[in-house]
């Protein structure tokens, strides 16, 4: 199974600040990578996904993807306090029962104001 | 946007019963759904994969006879945890992928927490 590879946190920023979120995958083979947002005792919810290499921007987030270093990362610009959650890095995972995503652990984002 | 439901979204029971969730895609038709599991401060962990008409494929570890899958119709999965134990106490979250749109995005839902006492 492929693995996804995240720090686990927590990390701090300011409200307004720009928060870096990184991941790693094990795959070479991957070709779609997702971000996802999960509050405490709710289910995760799609921020971004991405499948080609470069930036992709979408408001106050911008994904940026390097396949050729199995690398993902999450920009969230102007940090705001709800954003603080748990963010997890997302893989699809293609095999004969079908193609599900696989999570890394998660990365806990605290924004301060 | 694809909605799935999930109910019930908290159940506590005792040692030794069994739990049945349901998982149900309301305006679109899911040939293939998923379920995880999430620990406390853990990832979401894979446990199985749902086909209808067909049998789950499960993830190495899962015991397939504990977490019993059933997908009869296009738009209903269930998961019955068999004989639970407290160890089995977790939040149970199924997904489902709507491809009409074309956008390969899986919709969670709400998740299912259960308490074995």
């Known amino acids: 199974q492929k693995e996804v590879e995240q720090n686990s946190g927590p990390l701090s920023v300011p409200e307004g600040a720009i928060a870096s979120l990184n991941c790693t995958y094990s795959d070479r083979v991957s070709q779609s990578f997702f971000w996802y947002r999960q509050y405490s005792g709710k289910s995760p919810e799609l921020i971004m996904s991405i499948y080609s290499n470069g930036d992709k921007e979408d408001g106050r987030f911008t994904a940026q993807l390097n396949k050729a270093s199995q690398y993902v990362s999450l920009l969230i610009r102007d940090s705001q306090p709800s954003d603080s959650a748990t963010y997890l890095c997302a893989v699809i995972d293609v095999n004969q029962a079908g193609t599900a995503l696989i999570f890394g652990k998660g990365t806990t984002l605290s924004v301060s104001s | 946007g694809a909605v799935v439901s999930q109910h019930p979204s908290r159940v506590i029971c005792k040692s030794g019963t069994s739990v049945k969730i349901e998982c149900r895609s309301l305006d679109f038709q899911a040939t293939t759904m998923f379920w995880y599991r999430q620990f406390p401060k853990k990832s979401l962990m894979l446990m199985a994969t749902?086909?209808?008409?067909?049998?789950?494929?499960?993830e190495q570890g899962v015991e397939k006879d504990k977490f019993l899958i059933n997908h009869a119709s296009l738009t209903l999965s269930t998961l019955t945890v068999t004989s639970a134990h407290p160890e089995d106490s977790s939040f149970y979250i199924c997904?489902?992928?709507?491809?009409?749109?074309?956008?390969?995005?899986?919709?969670f839902g709400a998740g299912s927490r259960l308490t074995v006492l």
């Open positions: 749902s086909n209808e008409g067909s049998k789950a494929t499960y």
């Open positions: 997904s489902a992928r709507e491809y009409s749109s074309g956008a390969n995005v899986l919709t």
